[in-house]
């Protein structure tokens, strides 16, 4: 849990340089730069372990699926970022662990009762509240955090799939590349030269990024995806942190109150999955 919790200082720490950047930068070209400079960062580390078969898998299929659904829920966020504040994002990204608990069933074999259901509802309410469509702040962009979410949801539960068998670096690092390599065939629809000041706010990303996803892989292997998803929701206190420090914005009332109700579901969400996890091993 506290990995978990070190590793959302990261991550809004990379998705404030991708807000930065986005104002001059197509989404696809700050996604790529993130992925280049992790799957650098990566393959160092892989190259220093000589002899210790670091990247070693039992599940190369689960990896690739992973490495798309990550590089799917990036570039769907940082799209988002042009046009929306990082803590109304973050906040609409937080419905997750909700597609965590609805994806638990088909691709876990987790058992989902009603009650998680219910609270699988309530939080998708709160992401209405958040997002208000038809309302006069509407923005369609505010549907990108969701589609990432799904998309980062999906990786979450094939993290936990292969948790047992994969390392977190052969994980993370196959996962990199193949983003890596995606993002280099499709830039050429959004090329910009980069600048030496884009170029280094890029590596800035590649690196908080790498580190805060190691950190969410290590923590997978310790403890399950109901339980960790929903620490997550502490980003959008360094979310707004972020936001007001550098773009001098902070969320309004109703993105706190739609970040609580789902915040809530999903605590509550993880409170059902301890109950469930006691009585399973109470038989």
Excluded: C
């Amino acid at each position: 849990m506290a990995i978990m919790l070190v590793a959302t200082v990261f991550l809004s720490a990379g998705d404030a340089a991708s807000k930065y950047l986005a104002a001059d930068v197509p989404a696809l070209h700050i996604v790529w730069l993130r992925y280049i400079t992790s799957a650098a960062i990566l393959l160092a580390i892989v190259a220093a372990q000589r002899g210790q078969a670091p990247l070693r898998t039992k599940r190369p299929g689960l990896q690739l699926l992973r490495g798309l659904a990550a590089i799917a829920a990036s570039i769907f966020f940082v799209s988002s970022l042009r046009s929306l504040a990082i803590a109304d994002a973050t906040a609409t990204g937080f419905v997750a662990p909700l597609f965590v608990t609805a994806l638990a069933m088909p691709l876990l074999g987790e058992r989902v009762g009603w009650r998680r259901w219910l609270a699988t509802i309530t939080g998708l309410i709160g992401v209405l509240i958040v997002v208000r469509p038809g309302g006069s702040g509407f923005q369609p962009a505010s549907l990108l955090p969701v589609l990432s979410a799904l998309a980062w949801a999906l990786s979450l539960i094939i993290t936990r799939l292969m948790s047992g068998t994969e390392n977190p670096l052969a994980t993370l690092t196959f996962s990199t590349v193949f983003g890596a390599v995606v993002a280099t065939l499709l830039l050429p629809l959004h090329w910009v030269p980069p600048t030496a000041q884009i170029a280094s706010v890029g590596l800035f990303i590649g690196a908080v990024s790498t580190a805060g996803h190691w950190l969410v892989i290590t923590s997978f292997r310790h403890a399950g995806a109901s339980l960790l998803a929903p620490l997550s929701y502490i980003q959008l206190v360094w979310a707004s942190v972020f936001g007001f420090l550098l773009f001098g914005s902070l969320p309004d009332l109703w993105t706190w109150v739609g970040a609580a109700i789902i915040a809530a579901s999903g605590l509550y969400t993880a409170h059902r999955e301890r109950v469930r996890a006691r009585a399973i091993l109470g038989r």
